[in-house]
């Protein structure tokens, strides 16, 4: 079955880096739209970045320019690159895939229909 497991996440310090890996198995990675969300206590659930099978990227716009997601086909490894955090990126973050394709890589969380456990990321000094 589909599985889907978060690591990278920790404590970093305002404006350090943290890169979140996800490995898939259970399914053809390559062909999987893939993104990356998070959800702060008492808040709900977000896009952060997604990504879709042809490689088409789409981003908060609370993270563009500072979050890179890129996937790595031969390794069934989605990455994301985290770099000048802030507090208020403070959250726990999550992988999650759809089988079906978007031409424009959609940020909302109820269209992904796998997901992650979630690693958890702080910022704060």
């Known amino acids: 079955q589909v599985q889907l497991v978060e690591s990278g996440g920790g404590l970093v310090q305002p404006g350090g880096s943290l890169r979140l890996s996800c490995a898939a198995s259970?399914?053809?990675?390559?062909?999987?739209?893939m993104g990356w969300f998070r959800q702060a206590p008492g808040k709900e659930r977000d896009g952060v970045a997604v990504?879709?099978?042809?490689?088409?990227?789409n981003y908060a716009g609370s993270v563009q320019g500072r979050f890179t997601i890129s996937k790595d086909n031969a390794k069934n490894t989605l990455y994301l690159q985290m770099n000048s955090l802030k507090p208020e990126d403070t959250a726990m973050y999550y992988c999650?895939?759809?089988?079906?394709?978007?031409?424009?890589?959609?940020?909302?969380?109820?269209?992904?229909?796998?997901w992650g456990q979630g690693t958890q990321v702080t910022v704060s000094s």
């Open positions: 259970g399914f053809t990675f390559s062909t999987y739209d």
């Open positions: 990504i879709n099978s042809r490689g088409t990227t």
């Open positions: 999650a895939g759809k089988s079906w394709f978007s031409n424009s890589p959609l940020l909302l969380p109820h269209v992904y229909n796998s």
